[in-house]
């Protein structure tokens, strides 16, 4: 098992506060709140604290992973995931409120993820989180974890209402106009594949291991990216929906064509791909950026791009140069908070809370659960 | 000492509080729903008992076997109240709890027995216990053939919603195991006395006794030069 706590990402983050110098700047009305993840083979705890004028800080941030656990199989086992999370959650916990120097009494609130992800891992987080709350006597909100996504970037940068949000992780590829808590409008979603998922398959079907984004990003760099003509699927059409089943077969087949693979092969293969992603990230996105400028009447919009694919060079690089050409303002989260985390799962659960929103303790696990379907104020 | 006791792990969504010489059950059968519905019976428990969350001295949970998740609901919730109010909790798995729930009928009492839940895929289930409830065998996951080769000989009596498979094929291997009950869940109460009874060490795990279905995954990639 991989332990990633949260003390080596302090560095350089200029939001993050110790306990103390968050607790001093707290006021009355601030809100400290616990954040608990486990939807997917991440388990993950953390104390974040949002201030009365928004201002948010993370206090303390800790993940266990689960890759060593699922890497034989290819992808996530959800069973060996659920088996994961509920004999690890509670010390994680433990080790978030010590790290952050602070016990159940200071909190204000407990927030778990409650969806969409994997049920059996799901329920465990959801219950501990019930668990805490009940005998704690505190507010609980069942967060949906792909509002943490979204609004996380109001927790790094502060960034205000409305703006654009491209969420590419190996889940969800989805463009999102974010216009309050709680108010999203989906302009755009993955036909079929994640654009994650296109990548942990290509990097599977090229002998890369799991996960494969990271590989085939590094093999990229090296690789011809004009080598092989690869498709991009969706663009030139309206909307700003995704597809990259037809990318990861056209890919499969030119390989299948050529095989056996040389290192020059595989490293050509993962550029002409990965050049197609950032092709179709950026021709969606483009579309995006011009609709919300149309409804905003002009106003140059803020792009923010969420999700563990954001960590990808060549995505930000190319979304970089978009937002430069439209006048927008990129927000790209450090990536400690890109991937899955609690830290957004507190944030997302004061910013709740801020609004007086909160669930029930029969509140359900989600294995589908859209931004839209997200009750509002 | 005030006890609270919590099982969703099989067909049912269970509930009791010790608290001196009370007992206060909440019980509902239902095949899923506990993570929805535990909370609110827990509270509705607590409220008629008068105690809160800080008052109880120990939690009590099944740990299985059962349903993976359902064993989980009631695992994940019982450490989340023992990490939170920094009292003990103590696991008890469904096979003890069963055992103890025969045990409260006249005919099961003073006698061992062979508790046995249908597991599905063609198996059960099961453990033997004697009459004070000691383990005779190991907890198994097993088809039931294979099963009646290993019950202790003075075993009589089978308990548990696998019982009336197992007593009816225990007649043709020569044995004769009566049906005691057919409850698919065991007794709340007797679950929170089981957990009196132990000695609080470490949190509890689950006991799933069966691995997780996943295979390794082999040849998936492309031929290498």
């Keep these: 098992m991989t332990v990633g706590i949260g003390a080596d990402y302090r560095d350089g983050q200029r939001n993050l506060k110790t306990a103390s110098e968050a607790k001093s700047d707290m006021g009355i009305s601030g809100l400290r709140v616990l954040g608990i993840e486990t939807s997917c083979d991440e388990t993950a705890a953390a104390i974040v604290v949002r201030d009365e004028d928004g201002a948010g800080h993370v206090v303390s941030n800790v993940v266990l992973s689960q890759l060593d656990e699922h890497a034989p199989y290819g992808g996530v086992v959800p069973e060996i995931a659920a088996r994961a999370h509920v004999e690890t959650l509670d010390g994680l916990i433990a080790q978030a409120l010590e790290e952050a120097g602070c016990g159940f009494d200071d909190l204000d609130g407990i927030a778990a993820t409650a969806g969409p992800g994997l049920i059996g891992g799901l329920l465990v987080g959801l219950m501990t989180g019930k668990a805490i709350a009940a005998a704690t006597s505190k507010p609980f909100v069942a967060v949906n974890h792909l509002e943490g996504h979204a609004l996380t970037a109001r927790l790094t940068d502060g960034v205000g209402f409305p703006y654009l949000l491209l969420l590419v992780t190996g889940g969800h590829t989805q463009i999102v106009k974010v216009e309050d808590v709680g108010r999203y409008r989906r302009w755009g979603t993955t036909l079929d594949d994640a654009v994650g998922e296109a990548f942990d398959k290509v990097a599977k079907m090229l002998g890369l291991g799991w996960p494969g984004g990271p590989a085939v990003e590094r093999l990229a760099e090296k690789g011809d990216p004009a080598r092989f003509a690869f498709p991009r699927p969706m663009t030139g059409r309206a909307g700003c929906d995704f597809s990259f089943s037809g990318l990861k077969t056209a890919v499969r087949l030119e390989a299948q064509r050529i095989a056996p693979l040389s290192d020059t092969d595989v490293a050509d293969l993962c550029a002409s791909f990965q050049a197609a992603i950032v092709d179709c990230l950026a021709e969606r996105t483009e579309r995006a950026l011009v609709r919300f400028e149309e409804e905003s009447g002009g106003a140059a919009p803020v792009l923010v791009v969420a999700g563990g694919v954001a960590a990808n060079r060549a995505v930000r690089a190319r979304l970089d140069g978009l937002a430069a050409l439209h006048g927008a303002r990129l927000v790209a989260p450090p990536l400690k908070l890109c991937g899955d985390n609690a ?32 009750h509002a104020a | 000492m005030n006890i609270l006791a919590v099982d969703t792990a ?77 009292r003990p909790a103590v696991g008890v798995t469904t096979l003890e709890a069963l055992a103890a729930t025969a045990r409260l009928r006249p005919e099961g009492a003073g006698r061992p027995v062979l508790v046995a839940m249908d597991a599905r895929r063609d198996e059960v289930y099961a453990q033997g216990f004697n009459a004070d409830g000691a383990p005779l065998t190991e907890p198994m996951v097993i088809a039931i053939d294979a ?3 290993r019950i202790p000989g003075d075993i009589g009596l089978v308990f548990g919603s696998a019982a009336e498979a197992v007593s009816a094929a225990s007649g043709s291997s020569g044995r004769d195991l009566k049906v005691l009950g057919t409850e698919s869940a065991p007794d709340p109460v007797a679950l929170a006395r089981l957990g009196l009874d132990r000695t609080p060490d470490s949190m509890p795990k689950p006991l799933y006794l069966r691995a997780p279905d996943a295979k390794p995954q082999a040849g998936a990639a492309l031929a290498r030069k």
């Design chain 1, 343 to 374: 830290a957004m799962i507190a944030w997302a659960g004061c910013e709740r809370l801020a609004r007086g929103l909160t669930d029930t303790l029969d509140a359900p696990a989600r294995a589908r659960w859209g931004l839209e379907e997200i």
């Design chain 2, 10 to 86: 099989l067909s049912a969504c269970s509930v009791a509080i010790l608290a001196g010489d009370r007992a206060i059950v909440r019980s509902v059968a239902m095949p899923r729903g506990h993570a929805e519905a535990l909370m609110p019976m827990l509270a509705g428990a607590l409220a008629e008992s008068g105690l809160g969350y800080g008052d109880i001295d120990r939690f009590v949970v099944t740990t299985g076997p059962g349903t993976f998740t359902g064993v989980r609901v009631g695992v994940a919730a019982v450490r989340g109240f023992a990490l939170t109010t920094g």
């Design chain 2, 147 to 149: 099963l009646l080769g």
